[in-house]
C-alpha cells in the first residue's frame, strides 16, 4: 500500500507564489510517473502537470505552462510543484497522483493509481 500526502496549500494573492510538495509513503514511488491534478469548484479535475521517474522529463497543461514547475526527488521520495504568477484561475484543491508505466502521451489522462487527499489553493485578486 502506498500513500500520498499533499502540502504547502494557502492562500495567496494573484500574482504571488506557492510551493506544493507531495510526500510519498508506503512503497518506493522512484519509478512512477507522478502528477498534479486540481479541481476548482463546480469543475472536473484536470490535469495540471507530470514528471517522468528519472525527472528527465515534464509536461504541463497549457494553463499552467511558463508558471509552474514541476520537480521530484526521489531520494527523498517527494514530487514538487512550485507555482508562480498565480491567478484567481487556479484556485482549486490540488491533487498529487502517481502511476507505474504510464506513457507521456497519456500523463493528462485521470487514470493513475495512487492519490491524495489534495490541498487547498486559494488565489485572491
Known amino acids: 500500500q502506498g500513500q500520498l500526502v499533499e502540502s504547502g496549500g494557502g492562500q495567496v494573492q494573484a500574482g504571488g507564489a506557492l510551493r506544493l510538495s507531495c510526500a510519498a509513503s508506503?512503497?518506493?514511488?522512484?519509478?512512477?510517473?507522478m502528477a498534479w491534478f486540481r479541481q476548482a469548484p463546480g469543475k472536473e479535475r484536470e490535469f495540471v502537470a507530470a514528471?517522468?521517474?528519472?525527472?528527465?522529463?515534464?509536461g504541463y497543461a497549457d494553463s499552467v505552462k511558463g508558471r509552474f514547475t514541476i520537480s521530484r526527488d526521489n531520494a527523498k521520495n517527494t514530487v514538487y510543484l512550485q507555482m508562480s504568477s498565480l491567478k484567481p484561475e487556479d484556485t482549486a484543491v490540488y491533487y498529487c497522483a502517481a502511476r507505474s508505466s504510464l506513457s507521456p502521451s497519456s500523463w493528462y489522462k485521470d487514470s493513475y493509481n495512487y492519490w491524495g487527499l489534495g490541498t487547498q489553493v486559494t488565489v485572491s485578486s
Open positions: 514528471v517522468s521517474w528519472s525527472g528527465d522529463n515534464t
Open positions: 508506503g512503497r518506493t514511488f522512484s519509478r512512477y510517473v
